[in-house]
């Protein structure tokens, strides 16, 4: 059993959890703004991407101060958490583990000081690669268990040299996702893994600049989008402007899961709004997966996009038949085995006069342990549904992920051992369609080749050692 502890943590069901990205991170500088404030909206605009920790770090030319701590940003920080981290750089990460426990060690950034000065450093993505990388470090030279704060440790080791050179002598050595941002006393810096597997993107404020995962957070910072980090470039960030330098030939290999669920609606990918993939999608699922039916419902918030191009595309009206519980998500409490019996009906209730008689189109965005939909069908039945339909704006979620998303055995995946007309047993419906993955693709208007689909075909860009991933894996063997 879960012990309640005072933070918001996880969904209603711990075994009924919806895909999570690794992490959110920002980073800012600029001379004269409260750069704290800033991160802290900027991690409040990134919060979908990690909900377990939060924390910021500052300087202000001299030391770096970091304040973190388990919850959602805005139970992390307050105003006068906020007035104590003044200065003219910050970087900020909220976080989802994948690699090393939910503990306070593991919050980011993580914070490396020596005699030379300090390095604080935040991640989004998840690396392949840690223990070869951690055999590098002197025995119990750290208490964290994550591969980020290896990363830490590795770049701060010879602080003879400039930070900027550390890294891109480190980085080729690195193998898997990671968006990062980084600073010392007076600079900021930022790299993309040569895939370029996680967003990671450059803002312009009027007096500095801006580093986050999505260009949903520059704008809610005020700032304007420049361009995004390319896949394998370092950049630099101080009074001298920005520089680049590349430490890897780019191969692009983007997530193309980014478009089906982890990124903000009002996100841009590869210049296009993903507001406008998801809708295509929509469309495309409309054509590949046509159905008589009379009313297309969303699964709130997520299949929304998909939900208004299928009924676009198909003629079906759209409606609301399912109100979320927006204040529910996150559970401070541990439900009671009556309340867990209700399960979805804390998150999600129908509007019986609204789905009572109808055949509906049920369109959400993915399935990957399948508890959520198979509610939702039940739900739908007893609230009077005539037939229930339901449509996935992904091809199923068939392989592991090892990249920064929280499903890494097949065994946690429903289409890891069943087939279609299976998994539609499973939930009840009256008939199921998956998007292909070429309609999913074409979508995005990003070239296959482009992009990581390993999730869906089990290619992987970056050849995975089984025996040397896992969210413990250091805990295993530190």
């Known amino acids: 059993m879960l012990k309640g502890d005072g933070h918001l943590s996880h969904d209603l069901d711990p075994q009924d959890r919806p895909p999570k990205d690794a992490c959110g991170v920002f980073g800012v500088w600029a001379p004269g703004e409260e750069v704290s404030k800033l991160t802290y909206y900027g991690l409040y605009a ?5 909900q377990e920790s939060a924390g910021i770090a500052v300087s202000e030319g001299s ?27 910050a970087i900020g990460h909220c976080r989802y583990s ?64 400039p930070i900027d050179d550390a890294a891109a002598e480190l980085l080729p050595q690195v193998k898997g996702a990671y968006s990062l941002v980084f600073m010392d006393e007076t600079t900021l810096y930022a790299a993309r893994d040569p895939q370029g597997i996680r967003p990671l993107v450059l803002g312009r404020l009027e007096r500095g600049w801006v580093v986050a995962s999505e260009t949903a957070a520059l704008d809610i910072v005020g700032a304007v989008f420049v361009r995004e980090i390319e896949p394998g470039e370092l950049i630099t960030i101080d009074e001298r402007g920005v520089r680049s330098r590349r430490f890897a030939l780019a191969e692009p290999k983007g997530c193309l899961f980014e ?9 841009t990918i590869a210049g ?21 039916a009379d009313l297309v419902i969303p699964t709130p918030e997520s299949g929304t996009p998909a939900a208004v191009g299928y009924a676009e595309e198909s003629g079906i009206p759209y409606g609301q038949g399912l109100v979320k519980n927006s204040y529910v998500g996150r559970t401070f409490i541990q439900p009671s085995q009556t309340i867990r019996q209700l399960g979805i009906r804390l998150k999600l209730n129908p509007l019986k006069e609204v789905v009572a ?42 392989w592991p992920c090892f990249y920064g998303i929280d499903f890494a055995t097949r065994a946690e995946l429903i289409a890891g051992s069943l087939s279609v007309e299976e998994i539609r047993a499973s939930l009840g419906a009256d008939s199921l369609g998956y998007i292909s993955l070429e309609g999913l693709t074409e979508a995005t208007t990003i070239p296959a080749e482009r992009l990581c689909r390993a999730c869906f075909d089990g290619v992987y860009p970056i050849a995975i050692d089984r025996d040397n991933v896992g969210k413990y894996v250091l805990e295993a063997k530190l």
């Open 357 to 398: 008689g109808k055949r509906l189109v049920v369109v959400d965005d993915s399935i990957v342990r399948g508890n959520t939909q198979r509610a939702i069908v039940k739900m739908l039945r007893e609230a009077g549904a005539r037939e229930v339909h339901v449509r996935i704006s992904s091809p199923p979620v068939s």
């Open 63 to 89: 030391r770096i101060l970091v304040y973190k701590d388990m919850g959602l940003v805005s139970q992390v920080f307050d105003e006068s958490v906020l007035g104590t981290l003044r200065g003219h750089l």
């Open 98 to 161: 994948t690699t090393g426990s939910s503990v306070w060690e593991n919050a980011q950034p993580t914070l490396s000081s020596t005699e030379e000065g300090g390095l604080a450093l935040a991640h989004n993505g998840n690396l392949i690669n840690t223990p070869e990388l951690a055999r590098r470090l002197a025995p119990g030279s750290t208490r964290a268990t994550t591969d980020t704060e290896v990363l830490t440790s590795l770049l701060a080791q010879d602080r003879s040299q």
């Open 46 to 50: 990134l919060q979908h991407r990690g």
């Open 272 to 292: 296009r709004g993903v507001q406008t993939t998801r809708v295509e999608v929509g469309r495309v699922l409309a054509r590949e997966h046509p159905v008589d």
């Open 259 to 267: 478009y089906v669920y982890l990124a903000r609606p009002d996100t």
